[in-house]
Each structure stands twice: as structure tokens, then as C-alpha cells.
């Protein structure tokens, strides 16, 4: 499914987000686009409707479907970026609500490791009930829950199990028509051993992905998971790799205090995972930590010294029990700082208008000013920073820039009064997440009217949520009588 060659949209209000005046709001605006590019965005007058209509004829396709010679409809919605989720896992979206009340590594022994070696070694089985490997199942899935929240550009932080199903996760991106790169991961120490491998197999898998075909919105980066299951002999090559090939680096970090604290007295003696990092050279400006909850005085100015970038995932750390990191320490020293989710089994859902909110509430309230995290700037951590972050051309609304925009209803109760003055403040504090109504990525139309359109291959959204249904009721019965997995991390 291609993108139409024009798009025209009109809407009640406007909010670019974009370079030099991203706070800029606009009553009545519109967006022009060419394909997968915009063209113009602004205020909208009656001329500018004639002048687009006159240049681009039967080409255009107006948003609302306007008969011939009439005005172009004002939608009753905020047309603004599409989010950008700068850390996130696809295959857990079956697991919300399993093993919770319980920290990090003794969920990731309850849930994430059960479901995804469950997945392996019963794929074929899985297969014949599900009509698909149970692997595209549960990535389709995570596609369409982006998709449903606003999110067209995604890091995939693909280890565990997943990392052998590379290919599916990209046959579902690219059917989704969103953008993704696939943090390849790799594990060779003090996790489950059947995830276990050494740095040439982690390498062969980058390399075996680099090759894979017909990929025109999937790319790839090294993901290994956790300093805490990676050792130097394996995390050195990985940057080495990424830097050979002009890409990316992410990587868990000092993401719970217990396997935090372990790590530092057991497996790297006195250092902590940010100064072993700095001690192997691979924090740069291309490196990504996803959480750094625990963070001192010491490593906030390592990371800002060496450029690093930092994606905070509120939901998941607080659901977890893992703590917050130091958001403001870190901005106020220059780090990189990006808003995301993290992936649906710990945050249980992709709503990261929420998980921005939260990220505000928590450091207004520990720092006990009010003044911290204003909707604006967190409106910034998940459009224009994630998007420069991941390196694309998106998360603001700018001739030039790639057509990734979102429409957000505002005929709501809980968005009842929204004006001018308050649209950021609603969309910050009013919003719930379920108001985004339409949904363009590289101008190519994958949420209207509030429903999630077929995929690009033919599959219906309510296809992919069956499948998904019937998988999560079969991993339910295995856990029943499966034997507990324990090796992650500290929890031995």
C-alpha cells in the first residue's frame, strides 16, 4: 500500500514542535505533504485551501474526503509529530499482566524467559494452532499496540530468545508500514544458559540481518541486554561492529538496585556499570543506555562527558519496583534524555503520553518543585529528542521532514475545555491515550477514524489480536506445569 502523492489536512489546532520556536501554537492549521515528505505546514487561510487544491488537482487527497468545491474540513483534533519510542521489546506485549509484584530479574525468570523459550521449542506445535509462527504473532501484535498509541518509530531492543527471529520481527514492521530499528541482542555470561552465546555468533546474526531482503523500514543496530550478562570479550566487538558500520549501540543499564548493587561488589569489583562502560570504551555519543535508574553524581557526568544517551522508561521502572533515575541531574548536565515505554510486559501498555506524565509527576514531586519537566519539554522527550536520538527525520512538523503525524480528538470529555492556551498542558495532564484518531507514517495512512487499518500484507488488526489472544491462553496452560527458569542476573 502506497502513500497517496498529496496530503492535505486541516485541523483545530496545530503543533509543529518544531526548530526555533517548538513551543509555536497554532489555531487552524494545516500539513502538506509529497509522498513521505512534508511540504508545508502552517496556519490555514481559505486561499492557501485554493492555491493547494488548484496545483495539485486529482493528485490530492483531502483528509475528511471533502466533496468537490467545498472548504477543506477543519478536523476537530491536534494534528502534531507522530511519537518516536526509543526503547521498547515486541515480543512481550502477550505478557501484560503475568508476573507482576515482583522486581526485575525474578520477572524476567517468570515471564519473559518462560514465554519466549516456550515459543522456541514449541514453534512448531504453535504453528499449526495459530496459522503463524507464534514469534509474527506476537510482533504483529506490538505493531498494531504502537500503531494505537501514536507510535510510527520504534528501537526494538530484540534479546532473550527473540534474537533468533530477526526476520519475523522485520516482516511485521515492514507489513505495519511503521519505522524500527532492531537492537540485535547477545548474552554471554550469568543469564539463562540456553540464551547463552559467544560474540562471533552475536556478530554472524548482525551480519546475517544486514542481509536480509526487501527491507525498506527496518534496520539494525547491537542490542546486548545487560552489562550484568555481557562481558567485555563480548561488548567490544559489538561496538567495534556498530562503529564499523556507522551504527547505534543500546544496552540495558543499572536498570534494579539489587542486580545493580551485585554487579558492582561481584561481577565487575568497584565499579559500577556506567564506569565499567568507560573503562572498555564504548560510551560515545552513538551509545544508548536504556533506564540507568541507578545513577550517581560520578556517572552522570561520565555520561555527559562522553555524549552518552539515556532512554527513561517511567512505567516499567516504578510497576518493577526498580526506582527512577536522576532526570533532572542528567539534563542539567547536558545527557541526552528521551521519554519511552519499555516493553508492554512490564509497562503493560505503549501509552507514552502517559509514561510522560509520570515522568513529570515523579520528578515534580521528589524535587518538590513544580516548575520541573513542563509539558512542552516533555512533548519534546517523545517526538524531536527520541527522533534524533534513533537519527530520523521526524518528530517535528517542518518542510523537509519526513510526513510522521498524528491527529488527536479532542470531542472528549476529558479533553472539555481545550484551547489555545492549554493544548500542551491537556495533552500532558488530560489526555488518556486513546484519543489518537489518525495515525500517517512516511504519509502512508495506518490509523483512521480511530481504528487500526489492515496491514500492508492483507492482515486485519482483529486477525492479529485473535492470534494473540489464543497464543497468551496456551502459554497460560505451559506455565502451569512448566518447571521455574532461574539464572538471570542475581536472581540464582
Not at 486529482?58 to 519510542?85: C, I, N, S, W, Y
Not at 544517551?309 to 518493577?320: C, F, G, M, R, S
Request: proline share 7%; glycine share 8%.
Amino acid at each position: 500500500m502506497s502513500a497517496p502523492r498529496f496530503t492535505l489536512c486541516r485541523a483545530e489546532f496545530l503543533l509543529p514542535l518544531a526548530a526555533p520556536d517548538r513551543g509555536e501554537r497554532i489555531q487552524d492549521g494545516y500539513l502538506l505533504s509529497e509522498g513521505e515528505t512534508i511540504r508545508e505546514v502552517g496556519r490555514y487561510t481559505p486561499e492557501i485551501g485554493t492555491r493547494i487544491r488548484g496545483a495539485y488537482g486529482a493528485a490530492l487527497h483531502v483528509m475528511g474526503d471533502p466533496p468537490p468545491g467545498t472548504e477543506v474540513p477543519r478536523q476537530r483534533a491536534v494534528l502534531m509529530p507522530a511519537f518516536v519510542k526509543a526503547h521498547g521489546h515486541d515480543h512481550e506485549q502477550p505478557l501484560i499482566g503475568i508476573a507482576k509484584d515482583e522486581p526485575l530479574t525474578d520477572w524476567l525468570d517468570h515471564a519473559v524467559n518462560p514465554f519466549t523459550s516456550f515459543m522456541n521449542t514449541q514453534q512448531e506445535r504453535l504453528y499449526r494452532e495459530l496459522g503463524a509462527s507464534p514469534h509474527l504473532v506476537t510482533y504483529r501484535l506490538a505493531r498494531v499496540c504502537d500503531i494505537h498509541y501514536g507510535i510510527t518509530t520504534s528501537l526494538v531492543h530484540h534479546c532473550n530468545f527473540n534474537k533468533f527471529h530477526v526476520g519475523e520481527l522485520a516482516q511485521a514492521n515492514e507489513a505495519a508500514g511503521t519505522t524500527m530499528i532492531v537492537a540485535i541482542g547477545g548474552q554471554d555470561r550469568n543469564y539463562v544458559k540456553e540464551a547463552l552465546d559467544r560474540p562471533e555468533q552475536a556478530i554472524a546474526r548482525l551480519d546475517d540481518a544486514l542481509a536480509l531482503p526487501d527491507l525498506a523500514r527496518t534496520s539494525f543496530c547491537p542490542g546486548p541486554d545487560q552489562f550484568f550478562s555481557n562481558s567485555r570479550e563480548m561488548l567490544v566487538p559489538l561496538k567495534r561492529w556498530a562503529r564499523e558500520h556507522g551504527t547505534l549501540f543500546h544496552i540495558h543499564s543499572a536498570e534494579e538496585p539489587r542486580t545493580t548493587r551485585w554487579f558492582s561488589a561481584e561481577i565487575e569489583p568497584g565499579l559500577s556499570e556506567v564506569e565499567f562502560a568507560e573503562s572498555i570504551g564504548i560510551l560515545d555519543a552513538d551509545t544508548m543506555l536504556a533506564h540507568q535508574v541507578n545513577c550517581g553524581p560520578r556517572d552522570v557526568g561520565i555520561l555527559a562527558r562522553t555524549g552518552t544517551q539515556v532512554v527513561h522508561n517511567p512505567l516499567a521502572n516504578t510497576i518493577l519496583g526498580s526506582g527512577m533515575p536522576p532526570v533532572i541531574e542528567m539534563l542539567t548536565a547536558g545527557v541526552p534524555v528521551a521519554i519511552s515505554t519499555d516493553g508492554s510486559g512490564s509497562g503493560d501498555n505503549q501509552n507514552i503520553l502517559g509514561a510522560a506524565r509520570l515522568a513529570a509527576q515523579y520528578q515534580k514531586a521528589l524535587h518538590q518543585d513544580a516548575t520541573l519537566l513542563p509539558s512542552q519539554k516533555l512533548l519534546e522527550m517523545i517526538t524531536s529528542v527520541p527522533a534524533r536520538m534513533l537519527r530520523q527525520e521526524q518528530g517535528e512538523l517542518a518542510p523537509g521532514r519526513r510526513a510522521d503525524w498524528i491527529l488527536l480528538g479532542l470531542d472528549r470529555p476529558n479533553l472539555t475545555p481545550t484551547r489555545l492556551d492549554n493544548l500542551m498542558e491537556n495533552l500532558i495532564w488530560a489526555a488518556d491515550g486513546s484519543e489518537v484518531e489518525t495515525v500517517v507514517a512516511r504519509g502512508r495512512l495506518l490509523k483512521q477514524g480511530g481504528r487500526v487499518l489492515p496491514f500492508a500484507d492483507g492482515t486485519s488488526p482483529e486477525a492479529i489480536m485473535a492470534a494473540a489472544q489464543r497464543l497468551s491462553e496456551l502459554f497460560a496452560e505451559h506455565r502451569r506445569t512448566a518447571p521455574e527458569l532461574r539464572g538471570t542476573g542475581a536472581h540464582r
